[in-house]
T-cell receptor, first 114, second 107 residues
């Protein structure tokens, strides 16, 4: 099946710093990538949808200036959490789609902001 | 009203039991439906798609009722390894996840 990787899998950063998370589709071209956030014991919440070469579409309530998304190629999307704060600590998961509805999920990145 | 709502759970069942989960969705224009399984601290993994005619995969049966806007998942002869959180996912232009139902199968 299709494989999606994320890096890093786990990161701790200090409040006020920025963190970049990479999402890669390893064996297919992802025309669309999705970024989700999941707090403990809660469901995945879609943050934004990005199509290769165009600006990401953010969900209501998600600050586009704080969560910068770049989808520069068909195999790579990045999410940068700028000026991270403890409340941004969460599990960030990306998924990728090659055009069909089905999405393939990355293993997730656990962010802890101290 | 949430876009996708699931049984709150948790469900604690003995091995061999049959357990059913329901999920309702609010967008009548939704076109695709899935059940995902998520283990603790892991990413969701597709369990099965849900078709209008219903579908079965081994011990798992999924059904869709468009008129009432709900989908269901039935697990027969449950195994210890079935313990996980089951997420109902409904797609239109994007995918919306339910909060998940936690299942624990006990020996």
């Amino acid at each position: 099946g299709a494989v999606v990787s994320q890096h890093p899998s786990w990161v701790i950063c200090k409040s006020g710093t920025s963190v970049k998370i990479e999402c890669r589709s390893l064996d297919f071209q992802a025309t669309t990538m999705f970024w989700y956030r999941q707090f403990p014991k809660q469901s995945l919440m879609l943050m934004a949808t990005s199509n290769e070469g165009s600006k990401a579409t953010y969900e209501q309530g998600v600050e586009k200036d704080k969560f910068l998304i770049n989808h520069a190629s068909l195999t790579l999307s990045t999410l940068t959490v700028t000026s991270a704060h403890p409340e941004d600590s969460s599990f960030y998961i990306c998924s990728a789609s090659e055009g069909a509805i089905e999405q393939y999920f990355g293993p997730g990145t656990r962010l802890t902001v101290t | 009203r949430k876009e996708v709502e699931q049984d709150p759970g948790p469900f604690n069942v003995p091995e061999g039991a049959t357990v059913a989960f329901n999920c309702t969705y609010s967008n009548s224009a939704s076109q695709s439906f899935f059940w995902y399984r998520q283990d603790c601290r892991k990413e969701p993994k597709l369990l099965m798609s849900v078709y209008s005619s219903g579908n079965e995969d081994g011990r798992f049966t999924a059904q869709l009722n468009r008129a009432s806007q709900y989908i269901s998942l039935l697990i027969r002869d449950s195994k210890l390894s079935d313990s996980a959180t089951y997420l109902c996912v409904v797609g239109h232009n994007d995918m919306r996840f339910g909060a998940g139902t936690r299942l624990t199968v006990k020996p």
